[in-house]
């Protein structure tokens, strides 16, 4: 059940144009005074012709892009924060603890195993104690741990356990797709970011993608999504908001 009274992000005025300095500096206005509420537990799908600021709107929102005008406001886990005007120190703990986005494509470190960079996820959100108080044994409890929830979320995905161990570069597109989803949903995020989280993905996987976000929605996510899978879109979205 959602809190109408006070959402987990409000988005208000926000205003986003890109120079195309290749075709003499033309100004392209991609989104211009967009807004939208978002409530904990809440998915919303972004809707509209391709070209109307949906992934960017989700680029601002995860703090790759500025904004011209406009603010992003946030109820983090710390207190309220305005996206739109936070550092970039605050913006690394904000998607350490409390702001999680599963985009098209995988990006991880070249050479680290498929469950390590799941696993890494949680070890970032979680309080670690000063490396210096850390013994051995504490920080393999902590990575131990953490490789259990990766092996479990990978294993619901349907990745084969021989690829665990191996690094994401040498995968297909569809198993790449589902390590990115395992890394987005294996921490609780207060701010789950989903664009076209089902791309690349078969029936078997696109449901329990479908389960995952309904589960997160029960753990109080709010959650912004572009869905062009329809069949997706209705199964997860409670509305739907259309930009441009």
């Known amino acids: 059940m959602t809190d109408k009274l006070s959402p987990r992000l409000a988005v208000r005025g926000l205003a986003k144009h890109f120079t195309l300095h290749l075709r003499g500096g033309a100004r392209l206005q991609v989104l211009d005074d967009a807004s ?55 913006m690394i703990e904000l998607r350490r603890r409390d702001i999680a986005y599963v985009s098209q494509f995988l990006r991880a470190v070249p050479r680290v195993p498929a469950l390590d960079v799941v696993a890494q996820r949680l070890l970032d959100a979680e309080s670690a104690p000063a490396s210096d108080d850390l013994d051995d044994a504490g920080h393999e409890a902590r990575m131990d741990a953490a490789r259990d929830a990766a092996r479990t979320l990978l294993a619901r995905l349907n990745l084969p356990p021989a690829l665990w161990e191996l690094p994401p570069a040498t995968f297909s597109g569809g ?12 921490q609780p995020a207060r701010l789950l970011l989903l664009d076209e989280p089902t791309a690349s993905l078969d029936a078997a996987n696109r449901r329990v993608v479908v389960e995952l976000i309904h589960e997160a929605k029960a753990q109080g996510a709010a959650i912004v999504g572009i869905f062009h ?3 997706v879109r209705d199964a997860v979205a409670d509305r739907c908001v259309e930009l441009g």
């Open 229 to 231: 899978d329809e069949e």
């Open 36 to 90: 939208l509420d978002v409530h904990a537990g809440e998915c919303v799908a972004l809707v509209g012709a391709s070209g109307r600021g949906k992934s960017t709107l989700m680029k601002c929102l995860f703090g790759s892009y500025g904004a011209d005008a406009g603010a992003l406001h946030f109820a983090s886990s710390t207190g309220a924060v305005d996206i739109a005007a936070a550092s970039p120190q605050r």
């Open 175 to 186: 198993e790449q797709q589902r390590v990115n989803i395992a890394r987005g949903f294996v």
